[in-house]
C-alpha cells in the first residue's frame, strides 16, 4: 500500500514564501511523476508544477518564475518553493504521484492535501 504524507502548508503574507513537501511510502518499485494540484473554494483541481523522474519539469502558467518544483528520489520526496505568493495562490495543495507497484501496477495517487492561505 501506497501512503502519501504531505507537509509545509500555512497561512502567509502577501510576498511570503512556503515551501510545501511530499514523502510517498511503500511498496514502490519506481515513480515517475510527481507534482502538485491545487484546488481553490468553488473551483475545479488545476495543475500547479509537475517533474518527471528524469529531472523535466512542466509549470501553469501562473507559477513559472514564481514556484519551483524539485525531487529527492532517494527520498521518494517533491518538493514545491513557493515564492513571491499572492492571495490567488490560496487553495488546498494537493500531492499527486504516478508509480509503479508490484501489486497494483502503474497508477496515480493522491495525498490528503495541505491548506495554504495567503492574507494579510
Known amino acids: 500500500q501506497v501512503q502519501l504524507v504531505e507537509s509545509g502548508g500555512g497561512l502567509v503574507q502577501p510576498g511570503g514564501s512556503l515551501r510545501l513537501s511530499c514523502a510517498a511510502s511503500g511498496s514502490i518499485l519506481s515513480i515517475y511523476v510527481m507534482g502538485w494540484y491545487h484546488q481553490a473554494p468553488g473551483k475545479e483541481r488545476e495543475l500547479v508544477a509537475v517533474?518527471?523522474?528524469?529531472?523535466?519539469?512542466n509549470y501553469a502558467d501562473s507559477m513559472k518564475g514564481r514556484f519551483t518544483i524539485s525531487r529527492d528520489n532517494a527520498k521518494n520526496t517533491v518538493y514545491l518553493q513557493m515564492n513571491s505568493l499572492k492571495p490567488e495562490d490560496t487553495a488546498v495543495y494537493y500531492c499527486y504521484v504516478d508509480l509503479l507497484t508490484p501489486d497494483v501496477g502503474r497508477g496515480d495517487y493522491w495525498g490528503q492535501g495541505t491548506q495554504v492561505t495567503v492574507s494579510s
Open positions: 517533474i518527471k523522474s528524469g529531472g523535466r519539469t
